[in-house]
């Protein structure tokens, strides 16, 4: 993987410009198919935690209360998991290959998502996403895009294992 999120690997009847440039737009059959891209590292706070629970209303002891926390299986707080998929949604956003293609972006239509390990405040998570399906629909004027988002943390435990569908338009015919 290089350094600078780009990633390794090919896509068939890919362009040679997938590695998406700050400046270019990409479209549904531009997406590099089984090329990963990794992004950078993010330290969760004790404040992300805090403001995930006023935000999302979920004062689960297990996220909340350290003396409960720590008379359970994990031994101590830990992060919500919807909070760690939430900043790993974040974390993909800045990767190059999706700014380039967030204008032909037409929304997410499903998530599937295990969590498999606890992410504990401190804890430095990461994000390698992998374009791994891409299917045309009938009208021939978007695509459905299968990503797979693992989440690794600090030690390289996957800690979330994720898939994520997006609806994106597909190259408008020329002179349109």
């Excluded at 590099?32 to 006023?54: H, N, Q, W, Y």
């Excluded at 720590?70 to 974040?90: K, M, N, Q």
């Excluded at 996403?129 to 459905?144: D, I, M, N, V, W």
Aim: charged share 15%.
């Amino acid at each position: 993987m290089s350094a600078d999120g780009t990633g390794t690997g090919a896509g068939a009847g890919v362009s040679a410009s997938a590695g998406a440039s700050q400046n270019e737009r990409l479209y549904f059959g531009d997406l590099p198919l089984d090329k990963t891209f990794v992004t950078s590292g993010r330290t969760i706070t004790e404040a992300d935690v805090v403001a995930f629970a006023g935000l999302s209303g979920d004062y689960n002891s297990l996220h909340v209360d350290e003396t409960f926390a720590a008379s359970t299986p994990f031994g101590g707080r830990i992060a919500h998991g919807l909070l760690v998929l939430s900043i790993a949604s974040g974390l993909s956003t800045r990767l190059p290959v999706l700014v380039a293609l967030q204008p032909s972006l037409l929304g997410m239509t499903e998530v599937t998502c295990q969590w498999l390990a606890p992410v504990r405040i401190g804890d430095t998570v990461r994000v390698e996403l992998t374009f791994t399906a891409a299917q045309l629909t009938r009208s021939g004027t978007r695509g459905r895009v299968t990503e797979r988002r693992v989440v690794l943390n600090q030690d390289n435990v996957t800690v979330i294992d994720s898939t994520w569908t997006l609806l994106v338009a597909a190259r408008p015919p020329a002179g349109e």
